[in-house]
């Protein structure tokens, strides 16, 4: 990152490290938020960085915002950061106004909404933090095609819900409501390249939770004593360590080369490859980690599972491994020809499918 990033990083982790602790994580699981915290985002400008100055942002990057959105999730900071952040960066993207307000979005698969002369019509589940927001950005469908829709939540019947890890996972339901905004017609591979950065915002938040727990952990077998010992001069739970720290490094490897390739306008599938190898690095890290803390790490009074319960929640959220995996495959079956084996074999260091600079 340049120095510009570095600092970023520094001010938003000071600031999470600050305001952040376990019992604020914890109003969540009472239905609440921490607005507190979303107003010292805004007032340090960390709400507007990916927004261009024209826009009235910052003039940042995708690698600013996603390596903000990576520290939200390493803090599971209770607020709509990558909701209102990701809103705003999408209709920017499709040239529409970005907004002040806080947001959220939801990109439905199953085509949930459609439109209609302006109106929304349609109900979309596990909206995340809708009841606390006042916009919603989403996907609508019009006998033209596919549309990105911003529409004001105060329209809409809204029914309260949440995810695994108690966050707000609302249903949201209009009926011939009328949108504030709406773009042209979306061709198919710019509705893939949303659904794209939609799963690259994911995978930030993942790699925080990721990160943390491996901090977690190591620092629970320092304090943890066993026959007089601290556990982590055990070799089986030094076993355990070692595995951890590599699934980290390589959740952190596969998060830069997901921003690298953003930043170069070639994502081309490093968003998918990354996604399918975190369900197995989820896997990895949350059992090891449990196996690790024993039963303390799923009581109320310790932080490991607000972590762990965010991972499993946030990895069935967007476009699933199993979209990510027939994306993978159709393209090396429409690339190889007849020898599949020939094809993949036949990459360079600059392989575009590969995706690393020679």
Not at 320 to 337: H, N
């Amino acid at each position: 990152m340049s120095e510009m990033k570095d600092m970023i990083v520094d001010v938003v982790e000071r600031m999470l490290k600050e305001k952040v602790d376990k019992d604020l994580v914890d109003t969540v699981e009472q239905g609440n938020w921490a607005p507190e915290l979303w107003e010292l985002f805004k007032e340090n400008g960390m709400t507007a960085v990916a927004i261009s100055e024209g826009n009235g942002g910052a003039g940042g990057d995708i690698e600013d915002l996603l390596n903000i959105v990576r520290l939200t999730g390493k803090y599971a900071a209770p607020i709509p950061f990558i909701e209102t952040t990701f809103a705003n960066y999408l209709l920017q993207f499709t040239q529409l106004q970005v907004i002040e307000d806080l947001a959220t979005y939801m990109l439905c698969p199953n085509q949930a909404f459609t439109l209609e002369n302006g109106k929304l019509t349609g109900e979309a589940i596990q909206v995340p933090w809708a009841r606390h927001t006042k916009h919603l950005v989403t996907l609508a469908n019009s006998t033209e095609g596919t549309h990105l829709v911003e529409i004001n939540l105060s329209q809409a019947e809204i029914k309260l819900g949440k995810n695994l890890a108690s966050e707000p996972r609302d249903t949201v339901l209009f009926q011939h409501a009328t949108a504030s905004q709406v773009s042209a017609v979306l061709p198919a591979d710019k509705v893939h390249t949303i659904t794209t950065l939609n799963s690259a915002f994911q995978l930030a938040l993942m790699t925080g939770a990721i990160d943390k727990i491996n901090d977690l952990t190591i620092q629970y077998t320092k304090e943890r004593e066993q026959f007089g010992r601290p556990i982590h001069r055990f070799q089986l739970v030094q076993q355990h360590i070692v595995n951890l720290a590599g699934e980290t490094a390589i959740a952190l490897a596969a998060f830069n080369n997901v921003t690298e390739a953003l930043q170069m306008n070639s994502q081309n599938s490093e968003v998918a490859y990354a996604c399918i190898r975190f369900e197995e690095i989820i896997q990895a890290v949350t059992t090891i980690a449990h196996q690790v803390h024993a039963a303390i790490g799923t009581t109320h009074e310790h932080s490991l599972h607000q972590f762990t319960r965010r991972l499993w929640s946030w990895r069935d959220e967007g476009a699933s491994t199993s979209y990510w995996t027939q994306v993978v495959a159709t393209q090396l079956l429409e690339k190889s020809g007849d020898s599949l084996w020939g094809y993949l074999t036949s990459f360079s260091a600059s392989s575009p499918l590969l995706n690393v600079e020679a």
